[in-house]
């Protein structure tokens, strides 16, 4: 039933609940398309010229159209209310369970993609705008004992499958926004606001973040990669990191 939308591939918890969505609202958009469509063509053909010589500014009079406008409405509330608000409301407005999370900070900048890890301790470092530099771009200050082990990296994401990851995403500049289609996520980053979003992996895979607001002049080239893991080649890229941070 999805692939005649050629979605990208489907890789998180969500992504299902979405796609049927996304297939429900086109079946609607195709019905409407069809519906009106011919609807147009035969009131061209049944209003022509020679044989209605004069106009009639009375409009369509009789059940079936009101019916048919009653039809729409009624499958666009049945959308909204039985599958668009559940979805939110089950996805996100609900807190996502203490525990078993990967919490990552995520700044956009002009044009590009920080990643910012807890690190071992759990706890994110103390930034500061002051501090940023080219070779910190978030500001990280290292003397803060919380910051000693925290990981960061640039266009490059790691998160591991099975496991809900929970981003804070913000920006240093203008809007942008993380797309991860294969996360069917979407969520713009705004100056001023940490905006947590999460989702759950189900699949591992390496894929494209693209930013998806105009942002700029170099807008096309803010893209980042993301590689969902298993969790033992999680674990081992978190060591590489700590290994290799400055002592
Ligand atoms: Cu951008």
Redesign the pocket.
């Known amino acids: 039933m999805l692939e005649w939308l050629g979605l990208p591939v489907a890789a998180s918890s969500h992504a299902g609940d979405v796609d049927r969505i996304m297939v429900l609202v086109h079946w609607l958009m195709v019905t409407l398309f069809v519906g009106w469509g011919s609807f147009f063509i035969y009131v061209l053909y049944r209003f022509r010229r020679g044989r209605n010589p004069r106009a009639s500014y009375a409009g369509a009079r009789g059940r079936f159209a009101s019916l048919v406008e009653g039809g729409v409405l009624a499958s666009e509330i049945a959308l909204l209310a039985f599958f668009s608000i559940p979805f939110w409301s089950a996805n996100v407005d609900a807190k996502p369970p203490d525990g078993d999370s990967v919490e990552v900070r995520v700044v ?4 590009s993609w920080n990643f910012h890890y807890p690190g071992a301790d759990g706890r994110f470092g103390r930034t500061a705008i002051t501090l940023v530099d080219p070779d910190n771009p978030l500001g990280l200050d290292r003397r803060d004992p919380a910051a000693k082990d925290d990981i960061t990296t640039i266009n490059q994401l790691h998160l591991p499958v099975g496991r809900t990851a929970i981003i804070h995403l913000s ?1 240093k500049d ?4 993380l797309g991860m289609p294969q996360m069917r996520v979407k969520q713009d ?1 705004i100056p001023g606001i940490m905006q947590p979003v999460w989702f759950t992996p189900t699949k591992t895979g390496r894929w494209e973040i693209a ?6 002049l170099a ?1 096309y080239r ?1 893209k980042a990669f993301y590689t969902i893991h298993t969790p033992e080649r999680y674990e081992s890229w978190l060591k590489e990191e700590a290994a290799a941070l400055p002592q």
């Open positions: 956009a900048e002009q044009f920006s203008v809007v942008h926004s980053a930013c998806s607001q105009l942002c700029g807008h803010m």
